[in-house]
């Protein structure tokens, strides 16, 4: 291979610098290929702690998702796949699931896995640390274990969207030997965060790096297959980009990487980029109207702001193509979607229709009326977004103003229904009786609760029929349950849907087998491998 | 010893032991105001740690809420919460972080170090360097290293400081690829002590030169203006009439004087070298204080909050009362004067 003067200088000076510093040479480039079975990547933010059954965050399941598991995974079509359990089976009456567990499964102190800490962590744990799964663990009315490697859950009535709770963010299996009798929140073992994934924990050096390692005793034989993984805390978005660029760092998921630099790092030969593994979570952005306050409360002001917004424009423009527009309350991912609903196009003319019918005429300047808009404060992303909604809604005569505050101060003001415009990114967590249905029955009007109905929708008919499609027990039922709730929330527009927005996650084109399930990087990563 | 000796030495023990004790007294006082001011900014933003955490969690119910609110001490009323802040003040109690799930303590002192080594490198190189700087821009005024400085200062002051680092990395590690782009040592690599240092201090060059940059350049700028006053006082005139070589007034009479200003502000300063590391440490990554401080404001991390804005009070006060000791070092008339 030759080499221009300008790469000889160069390894020259770097070289000579290196020696100087004495540091072998080879720790100057990319560390991932030190030990070549290690993966760097990033965590962003920092987790605050790593025992997902605890915390929830995002950077927590992350990291999290390759200490602990769970009985199933979920292929891209949100169907369940095995996980700890080898199979399943549902009783024809929808109340009993029975599950079979791998033989061999053993913690990372040593100890066997068995049935009982399956029971142990879904009835104990989980149903008081993890408010996502609380709503679903607390379903069960019994749970049995027959032999050390078959659990059976009885639940108090059918719920369908139970078998789609077994992933390893929303239930993850915790050692009962460790933690029964004690505090889940203050147990000291919270630090070591002993889980029966693929990795394990070796070192976190706070602010700096979470290193793991390979859990010799893994049931699934020959994984994992790369020795360890280093997820480094870098909070500059541009020393991602940087690192991710130079191969210092081999993989990037979520918002590790800035929007604007997605179309750059893309077209780099040395990396693949992948919008999948996503499924699971759907991120649904919308354009939050609190329905209680006019003119939100009137259905054609919300129909005209769906028809003022131009969101190919928006997804072209400000999501440079990341993510795909949005038709109503479920995302095309997520189960149970319905195509066959009203359609918003962009069509400033009717906006000006409606909003004319309902009285809201032009003054001199245009404007008919001031809204205030609440800024996401998440970032350089979303103030593009109030940036482009505000230009789009004034042209039908809709005034924004903005107002800011920080991320403390946004939820508390959502959660408070102290806003009339906002944006939101809310995950559909696969099934639209956990993850959709939150924001829109009325029974779900809880004040001071983020991610409930805060934009305070009612509709009776909308609630029965959510009702009956999360207790449905066949999936033909249930799909035309949910089609035909969307036709009513649709037509209704409580929350002017924008995108289904996609994550970019960019793996060294070296690196295979990342994106496997429908949690993607939350995944076990024990297929993980270099070619 | 005559009794009239032990008298006026034991009268003399007490006096300075009475100045030690009110001393103290009043900077427990300080402390104590501070913690309170604290508490008071620290509540008095919209939101609190349980929204913030059920809000990044993706789901939230009434008992996560609860959880979190009952584990600060947020359900108590305010005057019990405050009471009890101050009381852990005290107590040299930090308080615990629920977000976290450790003591404050133990997050500070893990982060404490890395701040200290980046801080306290950049301090004395802009110190040292600002005044060497300063000194031959002062003692040349007009000529052209003097403007040729004055411009070098004028620059790295006007330039922000994430700005610096961004081009900083873009030079040297993403272009040179010759110093690590963030970070602050080589992870998963076995190293002996010697490299570990070596690599660490690799690591440190560009935050350090980033952090440094800004007052090196305010501390040459200072010492020129100094030392081009000092340089028109009498006694420097005295002293070159006396045939003092250039060099020992420079030593001797001019830099002993013209550094006065700039301890002054080197000292004011100190505490607000951890504030500028809070940008540096973001755009490095460097495990430091800054960016635990940044966070927690964030996340309304109170205990962490109110912790780490009371040990870096702590920190000023304590600097404040190095700055007029080195003072009294280099100035005696100081002394005297307090004294008299």
């Known amino acids: 291979m030759g080499m221009n003067r300008r790469e000889f200088g160069k390894l020259g000076l770097t070289a000579a610098m290196a020696s100087v510093a004495g ?44 200490i602990y598991e769970s009985l199933l995974r979920y292929d891209f079509d949100l169907k369940p796949i095995p996980g700890l359990a080898q199979s399943w089976s549902v009783s024809p009456d929808g109340l009993t ?46 749970a049995e274990a027959p032999d050390p490697l078959t659990v059976v859950f009885k639940l108090k009535s059918p719920f369908s969207p139970f078998l789609g709770a077994f992933d390893c963010t929303t239930a993850p299996i915790v050692p009962k030997h460790i933690y029964e009798g004690t505090d889940f929140k203050t147990n000291p073992a919270n630090d070591k965060a002993i889980g029966c994934g693929p990795f394990k924990l070796k070192e976190w050096v706070r602010g700096s790096h979470i290193h793991l390692v390979k859990h010799e005793g893994y049931y699934r034989a020959g994984e994992p297959h790369i020795d360890e993984i280093i997820y480094r805390v870098i909070p500059d978005a541009a020393a991602r980009s940087v690192a991710l660029e130079q191969g210092t760092v081999k993989l990037t998921q979520w918002s590790d990487i800035e929007q604007y630099d997605v179309a750059r790092l893309a077209k780099l030969p040395h990396l693949d980029m992948t919008t999948k593994g996503y499924e699971y979570f759907a991120p649904h952005l919308w354009l939050e109207l609190n329905n209680r306050i006019a003119p939100m409360n009137d259905k054609r002001f919300r129909q005209a702001v769906m028809y003022a917004i131009d969101r190919n424009a928006l997804l072209k423009r400000v999501y440079f193509g990341l993510g795909k527009i949005a038709t109503g309350p479920i995302s095309s991912k997520t189960r149970f979607y319905e195509k066959n609903v009203k359609q918003y196009e962009h069509s400033p003319d009717k906006a000006k229709a409606l909003l004319d019918e309902m009285g809201l005429k032009p003054g001199a300047d245009g404007k008919r009326i001031t809204v205030p808009f609440l800024v996401t404060p998440s970032g350089e992303l979303y103030r593009r977004v109030a940036e482009f909604l505000r230009q789009s ?28 415009m906002t944006t939101n990114l809310v995950y559909q967590l696969g099934d639209p009786a956990v993850g959709v249905s939150r924001s829109y029955i009325s029974s779900n009007i809880r004040k001071g609760i983020m991610f409930s109905n805060t934009a305070g929708y009612s509709n009776p008919e909308a609630d029965r029929l959510f009702e009956e499609a999360a207790t449905a027990t066949s999936d033909e039922k249930r799909q035309e349950l949910y089609s035909a709730v969307q036709k009513i929330v649709v037509e209704d527009v409580p929350i002017a849907w924008l995108l289904e927005q996609d994550f970019p996650t960019f793996t060294d084109k070296k690196l295979k087998n990342v994106t496997t399930t429908a949690i993607g990087v939350h995944e076990t990563f024990g297929a993980v491998r270099f070619e | 010893m005559s009794v009239v000796a032990i008298t006026r030495y034991g009268g003399r023990l007490s006096a ?58 947020l359900d108590q009323p305010y005057l019990v919460q405050l009471a009890s802040s101050l ?53 040349r005024a007009g000529k052209w290293s003097d403007t040729f400085f004055t411009i070098v200062s004028l620059l790295l002051y006007a330039l922000p400081v994430f700005w610096l680092g961004l081009m900083l990395v873009l030079l ?54 100094s030392i081009i006053e000092v340089k028109q006082q009498d006694f420097i005139k005295t002293a070159r009439a006396k045939g003092v070589t250039e060099s ?19 000292g004011m300063q100190a505490g607000g070298v951890v504030g500028g590391a ?53 100035d005696p008339r100081i002394s005297v004067r307090s004294v008299t």
């Open chain 2, 278 to 330: 809070v940008v540096v440490e973001t755009v490095f990554a460097w495990p430091g204080l800054g960016r635990l401080i940044y966070d927690a404001v964030l996340q309304r991390d109170y205990p962490v909050m109110q912790g780490i804005f009371l040990v870096m009070s702590v920190v000023v006060i304590g600097l404040n009362l190095l700055t007029e000791a080195v003072y009294r070092m280099v």
């Open chain 2, 16 to 73: 300075y032991v009475l100045g030690i004790a009110s001393g103290a007294v009043k900077i427990i006082g300080v402390i104590l105001v501070i913690a309170t001011f604290n508490f008071i900014l620290v509540h008095a933003a919209p939101g609190d740690p349980a929204q913030v955490i059920a809000g990044q969690s993706g789901a939230a119910d009434e008992t996560l809420l609860r959880q979190v609110r009952s584990a600060y001490g």
């Open chain 1, 97 to 142: 699931y029975t599950f079979k567990l791998f033989p061999n499964i053993t913690f990372h102190d040593g100890k066997p896995l068995t049935a009982d800490d399956v029971i142990f962590s879904m009835t104990k744990v989980l149903p008081e640390t993890h408010a996502r799964a609380r709503p679903i663990f607390t379903r069960i009315e019994s």
């Open chain 2, 87 to 139: 009381k852990k003040t005290l107590t040299l109690d930090l308080g615990y972080s629920y977000r976290q799930q450790r003591t404050v303590l133990s997050l500070l002192l893990e982060r404490l170090p890395a701040t200290l080594l980046l801080t306290g490198t950049a301090f004395i190189l802009s110190l040292v360097l600002g005044t060497a700087l300063g000194t031959i821009a002062g003692t």
């Open chain 2, 248 to 266: 020992r007034i420079v030593m001797h009479h001019l830099l002993r004087n013209a550094i006065l200003p700039v301890i002054t502000v080197a």
């Open chain 1, 393 to 420: 809604l004034l042209r039908v005569g809709i005034d924004l103003q903005f107002e800011g505050t920080d991320v403390a101060g946004w939820i508390q003001k959502v959660s408070n229904w102290e806003y009339s």
């Open chain 2, 172 to 225: 040297f590690s993403v272009q040179l690829n010759w110093l690590p782009p963030f970070g602050y040592v080589t992870v998963g690599v076995e190293m002996t002590t010697w490299q570990r240092i070596a690599d660490i201090a690799w690591h440190m060059v560009l935050p350090t030169l980033s952090l440094a940059a800004v007052y090196l350049a305010i501390y040459a700028r200072l010492m020129r203006s």
């Open chain 1, 23 to 66: 540091i072998p040479l080879g720790l100057q480039r990319a560390a991932g290929q030190t030990r070549g079975g290690t993966l760097n990547t990033i965590t962003h933010p920092e987790p605050a702690m790593l025992v997902t059954a605890i915390s929830q965050l995002q950077p927590t399941l992350t990291v999290g998702g390759k």
